[in-house]
């Protein structure tokens, strides 16, 4: 096994098999905020963050349908629980009022263990989608 301190910088990616890309892209560029970096026919590039050394942090959404032996998305075996997007503390209340005026349902968490406090939404596709920032009185 090895040991020490790993090369890992950042994540550099997270991908999303979609069934409608128009909708999710208007979904993460509209509700989330997110900044389209590049389209294709079948997939959608969108800008998370500026990453490390020069490679963009990317939402990526893939609309497989085309491929050969596609059947679909099988929520009981997908592997991706939720992602989560870093805010500021100072932006929460006014984030979750704006979810809110967009008429999503929006629950709040606090995590203590971390410090952290949470917004939850779900994307037009059924993907739990977290806001979360640290905030040092969360016990």
């Not at 090369?7 to 069934?19: D, H, M, Y």
């Not at 905020?33 to 590039?45: D, Q, S, T, V, Y």
């Not at 929460?92 to 709040?108: D, M, N, P, S």
Request: glycine share 10%; proline share 1%; charged share 25%.
């Amino acid at each position: 096994m090895k040991t020490g301190r790993r090369p890992i910088k950042g994540l550099g990616e997270i991908a999303l098999r979609v069934e409608d890309l128009d909708s999710m892209q208007l979904f993460y560029d509209q509700v989330v905020g997110l900044e389209l970096i590049k389209r294709f026919e079948g997939a959608a590039f969108l800008k998370l963050g500026d990453g490390h050394g020069g490679h963009t942090q990317v939402l990526a959404l893939f609309d497989r349908k085309g491929q050969a032996g596609y059947a679909g998305l099988e929520p009981l075996k997908t592997t991706v629980d939720h992602i989560a997007f870093e805010i500021d503390l100072a932006d929460f209340a006014a984030e979750k009022h704006r979810l809110e005026q967009l008429r999503l349902v929006v629950t709040t968490a606090e995590h203590g263990w971390a410090h952290w406090r949470s917004l939850y939404i779900c994307d037009l596709e059924g993907h739990s989608v977290e806001f979360v920032c640290f905030n040092s009185t969360v016990q």
